[in-house]
């Protein structure tokens, strides 16, 4: 069903008064039932998102980390087995994936005594048990097990859904008998950035005449929108090969 902007509006507001959690995701399926739960989960993402890019640089102050890494530490030494990240997360209003590579890049920097890489500590996430502090893997888990918008959990999902839009996409262009040529085709021909289907004869949809297609698997909220036009669809608009 068709989202209007009151709607949606109502649903952001909702979102800023509640924690990202799995709980808060169920009382808004509850307060919102008519609406689809991919519906909503990807709003919950999207404003969550919002707000974690507007909080992130105060959690990333030397004084933030070593705060938060001495509670870690603290916590640990206390009850090991408690979800002490998690937590913490949670009190401070962070994604737990994010504090938990938060932590763990203060803890390979003491072990190691200098900066770890990027993709040391991504491999790690990705990974846990290739932490050497078996305490922190644990904790570390918990973060990304429990993070509904953040972490390689996540990043896995939202590829597998992406793929999956795709795939569907193309059943229904060659189900209306709609000739294309498809994203890896054009990148064979050497376009580095292109939609994911480009309709070889345009089509009219509800007045527009429609020559490429883009799939998002994700909600299309005004700075989404915003964001899309800037980074990839004004570069189709302004190719003669995808106008044309």
Known sequence: ???????????????????????????LKQKFPSQSQSTLLSIFSQEYQKQVKRTHAKHHTA?????YYQRYLNGVMK??????????????????SLMARIVLERF????????????LINSMLRDPSQIPDGVL???VYQCTVNDCCYGPLVDCIKHAIG???????REMLLEKNLSFIAE????????DKTPDFILEVPVAVEGHIIHWIESKASFGDESSH????????????????LTG
Do not use: C
């Open 226 to 241: 915003q964001a899309y036009l800037q980074d990839q669809f004004w570069s189709y608009w302004n190719r003669s090969l």
């Open 137 to 139: 893997a644990n904790q």
């Open 108 to 119: 390979l920097q003491e072990q190691e005594q200098a900066i770890p890489s990027k993709t």
């Open 79 to 96: 009850n090991a087995a408690a979800p002490v990240l998690l937590e913490l997360a949670n009190e401070v209003n962070f994604a737990p």
């Open 63 to 67: 004084e933030a980390v070593e705060t």
């Open 163 to 169: 793929h999956e839009h795709e795939v569907l996409l």
């Open 184 to 191: 890896d085709q054009l990148r064979a021909k050497g376009y």
């Open 1 to 27: 069903m068709k989202l209007s902007k009151a709607q949606y509006d109502e649903i952001a507001q909702f979102l800023g008064q509640v924690q990202p959690t799995r709980q808060s995701l169920r009382k």
